[in-house]
């Protein structure tokens, strides 16, 4: 990628990134870091537990939680929403951002009044179509 465009992808997905940093330390401050690589120009860290894509920095899990079943497909879901992040700009956090971290929440309390995992949290916008951009099939799933 040229300086230029790698300029202004910073400048585009700042907002995104700035978060994304901020959650990177956190995951180091919790010593959850398992592995870092740079891909397309992304900074691809695996963690333990957390999936989460914001801007230049992709935080993905292969290990399940109480509320999420997660596996190495979560980092090819979490590099279609940088996807998303390119192509949005600085209306990925309302856009994308927003709605997932609803879904998220969703998932959480779900599990939380009825025991169960929710397991439609890839069913929906915007996670669909991260799995679509990142190249994830999933089997139908019900509950």
């Known amino acids: 990628m040229s300086l230029l465009r790698r300029g202004l992808s910073l400048v585009w997905e700042a907002p995104q990134t700035a978060l994304g940093a901020a959650m990177l330390g956190a995951e180091a401050a919790r010593r959850r870091i398992v592995n870092i ?21 992709v935080i993905w899990s292969r290990e399940s939680s109480r509320w999420h079943d997660l ?6 879901h979490e590099l279609g929403h940088t996807k998303q992040s390119r192509l949005l700009g600085w209306l ?9 971290i609803s879904r998220a929440a969703y998932a959480l309390a779900y599990r939380e009044v009825t025991g169960k995992q929710w397991t439609r949290y890839y069913e929906g916008y915007p996670e ?5 951009l990142g190249g994830v099939v999933r089997e139908k799933e019900q509950s």
Do not use: F
């Not at 690589?37 to 920095?57: A, F, H, M, P, W």
């Open 128 to 132: 669909k179509w991260a799995d679509r």
């Open 71 to 76: 596996d190495v497909r979560n980092r090819a």
């Open 92 to 100: 990925y956090l309302p856009v994308v951002g927003l709605p997932s």
């Open 37 to 57: 690589e740079v891909e397309d120009g992304r900074l691809v860290v695996e963690s333990k537990g957390t999936g989460i894509s914001l801007g230049n920095i």
